[in-house]
């Protein structure tokens, strides 16, 4: 059975940083591109970054210097490191595997993170 459980999430000051993974299991993650999303409070989810299985990044110019996403193939596990957080990062965060930019799984649980000013 496929899952993806996302953690790392909590409660941080503005400039802050905090590191989220996502661990794979049921399937191979170096097989597949990554992507990190996250849904604010009363927004639909957006894409934030993905890890392309060939080893490229892409990040949404809103975080771009300030999160990065890289992968583990190893382990299993994708993760996103957040610096310089704002109160505009707050959300739940979720990870999904994609294919031609759609996600391929159920989504899971999510991470909360919240930002305070």
């Known amino acids: 059975q496929v899952q993806l459980v996302e953690s790392g999430g909590g409660l941080v000051q503005a400039g802050g940083s905090l590191r989220l993974s996502c661990a794979a299991s049921?399937?191979?993650?170096?097989?597949?591109?990554m992507g990190w999303y996250r849904q604010a409070p009363g927004k639909q989810r957006e894409w934030i970054a993905t890890?392309?299985?060939?080893?490229?990044?892409t990040h949404i110019d809103s975080v771009k210097g300030r999160f990065t996403i890289s992968r583990d193939n190893a382990k299993n596990t994708v993760y996103l490191q957040m610096n310089s957080l704002i109160p505009e990062d707050t959300g739940i965060y979720y990870c999904?595997?994609?294919?031609?930019?759609?996600?391929?799984?159920?989504w899971g649980q999510g991470t909360q993170v919240t930002v305070s000013s």
């Open positions: 890890s392309g299985r060939t080893g490229s990044t």
């Open positions: 049921g399937w191979i993650l170096s097989f597949a591109d």
């Open positions: 999904n595997a994609l294919v031609g930019g759609n996600v391929l799984y159920p």
